[in-house]
């Protein structure tokens, strides 16, 4: 059960700015840090951002992560085909016996 | 290069039990939490259990706690989950991932590798 409201889906061109909102609360993005997992169809998820704006190594510069207070917010610039897939956001919640908590998802169609 | 197996997966009738198991490489196992995560055919994400570097703390998510039972063998490198009383509902395919941080213990945890999954197919 997702406790992180994210939008159904997202769109853009390629090339455009494309902005995915996650919201919470303060048991959890308002007290945790956030993480941002991508999927492709038929694929495991990979992590994307974690600790609200961190990329891992090999994830590409156009993907940025950031948070304030108790929402977050997961933004592609320059918009490339390659980046249409599932987007979930996550964080830890401290009123459910330190459950991690998955957003809804946002697919986003290029 | 790490990788997750999970296997164990399949077609289990309504109150039967199954056990998942990941074998883990290309990592110190014993050096890392180990979570389970599923996700229902055309779903979102369910984090499912976890389990500590050295099994001293297990965290379920109430959907499945007093049914599944988390558990690891370091010396095998492997992460399991035994699944009792399953209903209709646990249908999905079951990841296990690795956690990590940066910094030290009092840093949050986040995946960042996952398996392929292993399908768990609840149907009388």
């Known amino acids: 059960q997702s406790v992180l409201t994210q939008p159904p889906s997202a769109s853009g061109t390629p090339g455009q700015r494309v902005t995915i909102s996650c919201s919470g609360s303060?048991?959890?993005?308002?007290?945790?840090?956030v993480n941002w997992y991508q999927q492709f169809p038929g694929t495991a998820p990979k992590l994307l951002i974690y600790?609200?704006?961190q990329r891992p190594s090999g994830v590409p510069d156009r993907f940025s992560g950031s948070k304030s207070g108790t929402s977050a917010s997961l933004a592609i610039s320059g918009l490339q085909s390659e980046d249409e897939a599932d987007y979930y956001c996550?964080?830890?919640?401290?009123?459910?016996?330190?459950?991690?908590?998955f957003g809804t998802g946002t697919k986003v169609t290029v | 290069e790490v990788q997750l197996v999970e296997s164990g997966g399949g077609l289990v009738q309504p109150g039967r039990s199954l056990r998942l198991s990941c074998a883990a490489s290309?990592?110190?196992?014993?050096?890392?939490?180990m979570y389970w995560v599923r996700q229902a055919p055309g779903k979102g994400l369910e984090w499912v259990s976890g389990?500590?570097?050295?099994?001293?703390?297990?965290d379920y998510a109430d959907s499945v706690k007093g049914r599944f039972t988390v558990s690891r063998d370091n010396a095998k490198n492997s992460l399991y989950l035994q699944m009792n009383s399953l209903r209709t509902e646990d249908t999905a395919l079951y990841y296990c991932?690795?956690?990590?941080?940066?910094?030290?213990?009092?840093?949050?945890?986040?995946?960042?590798?996952w398996g392929q999954g292993t399908l768990v197919t609840v149907s009388s």
């Open positions: 600790n609200n704006n």
């Open positions: 303060s048991s959890n993005i308002g007290s945790n840090a």
């Open positions: 996550a964080a830890w919640d401290d009123s459910l016996n330190a459950l991690y908590v």
């Open positions: 991932a690795k956690a990590s941080r940066v910094g030290d213990s009092r840093s949050p945890l986040f995946f960042d590798y």
């Open positions: 389990i500590t570097w050295n099994s001293g703390s297990k």
């Open positions: 290309g990592f110190t196992f014993d050096d890392y939490a």
